[in-house]
């Protein structure tokens, strides 16, 4: 079986298939997972189990983005990722830290993370972009609007594929002059961030503009709300986050056709599958 290999900045690649990235929310609240790998132990078996069934990266997080989500103070976030990370990155696991706090990142590298995961796009600290300029790792940066308490009043586009194309635009240059090389980004429309399921779905049918800007794209849908809406039952009741796993792997095949460079995921397995059937289709065109 093919393996990942890093370009010169550490981002992970593959001949045979899109990377996928193995979400380890280290957090008690996030809205899938949450709760359940806050032990380290228990986090650090997780994660093993995610690079045995193929995640090229593994994305630790210590603080939860879903919508209305409070943040937690920034001694917190460390106590609960750098440990973690600490132990993946001695494991020789590739990791990313999923945070925007300049702060934490920092900390994150100096214990061992390869990748900056920022969901902010370098808006939530301004102190992100020299630290990842002086790093030299690779930065996702996402499409954002404002903190998770407030994103559902910030959903408001003229046309959301154009908008969230500028604003990301807008975040590239603002990385670029603050000494970030090209070469470092990876964009990220930002499913579901002051987005409705209208929009989600406008961005993923239109993912090749993001694919057309250059750079690496990652697409993080797994198990989100939008496709809980879409599999809703009869009574319109949302399908459980469990229940969400075939749709999210639908639409990583989708988005390997589509160009993304990653997918963001909770379950490793079925999707590495869908990145490999896709790329089999992609590579007898
Ligand atoms: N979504 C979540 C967390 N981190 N990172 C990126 N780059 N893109 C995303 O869309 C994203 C993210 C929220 O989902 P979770 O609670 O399952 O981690």
Request: overall charge negative.
């Given at each position: 079986m093919a393996e990942s290999r890093t370009d010169h900045h550490g981002l992970p690649t593959r001949d045979d298939r899109v990377v996928v990235m193995g979400v380890l929310n280290v957090t008690p609240?996030?809205?899938?997972?949450?709760?359940?790998?806050?032990?380290l132990d228990a986090a650090v078996e997780h994660a093993v189990a995610m690079v045995a069934e193929g995640a090229d990266v593994i994305d630790v997080g210590g603080e939860s983005t879903r919508p209305g989500a409070v943040r937690v103070p920034a001694a917190e976030e460390i106590a609960r990722v750098i440990p973690v990370i600490t132990r993946l990155a001695a494991a020789g696991i590739v990791v990313s830290v999923d945070t925007y706090r300049g702060e934490v990142a920092e900390r994150a590298l100096q214990a061992g993370a390869r990748i900056i995961n920022d969901v902010s796009g370098g808006?939530?600290?301004?102190a992100m972009a020299k630290i990842v300029a002086q790093a030299g790792c690779p930065w996702v940066i996402m499409h954002w609007r404002g903190h998770s308490r407030r994103m559902t009043e910030l959903a408001?586009?003229?046309?959301v594929v154009t908008d969230v194309l500028d604003e990301l635009r807008a975040r590239i240059d603002d990385a670029v002059d603050a000494g970030?090389?090209?070469?470092q980004l990876v964009v990220d429309p930002g499913l579901g961030f002051a987005k409705n399921a209208q929009h989600n779905w406008r961005l993923l049918a239109h993912l090749e503009v993001f694919v057309d800007l250059g750079l690496p794209v990652l697409l993080a849908a797994s198990r989100k709300s939008f496709l809980g809406s879409l599999l809703a039952d009869d009574a319109g009741d949302p399908r459980p986050t469990a229940g969400r796993e075939d749709g999210t792997t639908a639409l990583t095949t989708f988005g390997a056709l589509a160009g993304v460079w990653g997918v963001r995921v909770h379950s490793v397995r079925p999707n590495v599958d869908a990145a490999l059937v896709a790329h089999a289709i992609g590579a007898a065109r």
């Open positions: 609240d996030s809205f899938s997972d949450g709760g359940r790998y806050a032990d808006l939530g600290d301004p408001h586009y003229d046309d970030v090389q090209p070469g």
